[in-house]
């Protein structure tokens, strides 16, 4: 199938699943990950990979969560005895690595956004895990099992998402039984759009993780960059932006964002306690990723607050942080705020700290 094939797929099921939803032969709900399987035919039978599922939970861990990013779509199934088998088969084929199914305790069954389901289903059951020890990925396992308590810690809204459930789009039970057609076109769109990401994301990957002819290696703003590229709006940051990085006009404006990255993440972990910087860790990710949509002037990205340099942008941050926790970790870029803004004053604070 050509790329414009399987672009003309995904604009027909978007149209197909907004003629259902007109005919309100859909509906939204949150729905708990343990009450949704995989459906037989997404992806054409293929089961779940249960390595390829605990890579997406490390890559979610490594850059958090953004309800934003998932597009689930399923079909009710409550009591489909192929459904079930199939399910039931599956987990068993993992090896241990998917979670349970349990007999008769589902009812939903995915035509998308599966893998991102079994994620939350090994969050649900505390299922076994294997971390990682990269420095990007907090463990959120006691004992090689995944503990939410944990999880809570570093990434509440990954845990609340395991917890409550995400939003679906589900499709009554009718429109597959009358049409199960639809199924495959439907499944096969979603998982299109996903492998043309994925696709494009290797490319990316490979770019970014060449070195820069005659540069610093501007780790920090790499990663930045592949988290902003991860959960940020579709091909917000691409392979164009990566080449930029190498040209000697960009040079000075990427070291002063990667030092400034360097120095904030200096300052926020030196005088906030740990459970602060836990609390605080999607603060910090999306100032981050906010630099990098200054840096490569992204100004239709939502992520860049308008602050007009990287330094108002870096004042903004530690604005929020003293509004978050009551603590003022710098004053280096004081002089950056916005006149029209005052500091909020707060007593008990600690607050007029030395700069490192």
Excluded at 303 to 331: G, L, M, Y
Aim: aromatic residues 8%; glycine residues 8%; hydrophobic residues 40%.
């Amino acid at each position: 199938m050509s790329l414009a094939e399987k672009g003309s797929l995904v604009t027909s099921a978007a149209r197909l699943v907004a003629l259902l939803e007109e005919h309100k032969l859909t509906y939204q709900q949150r729905i708990q990950s343990r009450h949704v399987v995989r459906h037989p035919r997404n992806r054409d039978g293929y089961g779940c990979s249960g390595n390829d599922v605990h890579s997406l939970l490390h890559g979610i861990l490594a850059v958090g969560w953004n309800d934003a990013c998932v597009k689930p779509l399923c079909v009710e199934s409550s009591g489909d005895a192929e459904v079930e088998r199939y399910n039931l088969k599956m987990v068993e084929d993992a090896g241990g690595l998917l979670a349970p199914v349990e007999v008769g305790g589902w009812r939903y069954a995915t035509l998308s956004a599966s893998h991102t389901n079994q994620v939350l289903r090994l969050i649900s059951y505390g299922w076994h895990h294997e971390h990682i020890e990269d420095g990007e990925c907090p463990d959120v396992t006691v004992g090689g099992r995944i503990l939410g308590e944990q999880l809570g810690k570093v990434g509440p809204l990954f845990y609340k998402a395991a917890q409550e459930g995400i939003v679906w789009t589900v499709i009554l039970s009718l429109v597959l039984t009358q049409y199960p057609i639809l199924a495959n076109i439907l499944q096969e769109a979603g998982n299109t759009s996903g492998r043309n990401w994925h696709g494009g994301f290797t490319i990316f990957w490979d770019s970014l993780g060449r070195d820069l002819k005659g540069g610093a290696p501007v780790l920090r703003l790499r990663h930045a960059m592949l988290r902003l590229a991860l959960v940020g709006p579709d091909q917000v940051i691409n392979t164009g932006d990566v080449k930029k990085m190498s040209s000697v006009a960009f040079k000075e404006k990427a070291l002063r964002c990667d030092d400034l990255m360097i120095d904030m993440r200096a300052y926020y972990e030196a005088r906030l306690a740990d459970e602060e910087q836990s609390k605080l860790q999607k603060l910090l990710f999306e100032f981050e990723m906010e630099l990098v949509a200054i840096a490569f002037d992204k100004r239709h990205c939502s992520c860049w607050k308008n602050a007009a340099s990287f330094e108002q942008a870096a004042q903004a941050f530690v604005d929020s942080v003293f509004q978050h926790v009551n603590v003022r970790i710098t004053d280096k870029w004081e002089r950056h705020r916005p006149k029209t803004e005052e500091p909020a004053a707060s007593s008990g604070s600690r607050d007029g700290v030395a700069n490192l």
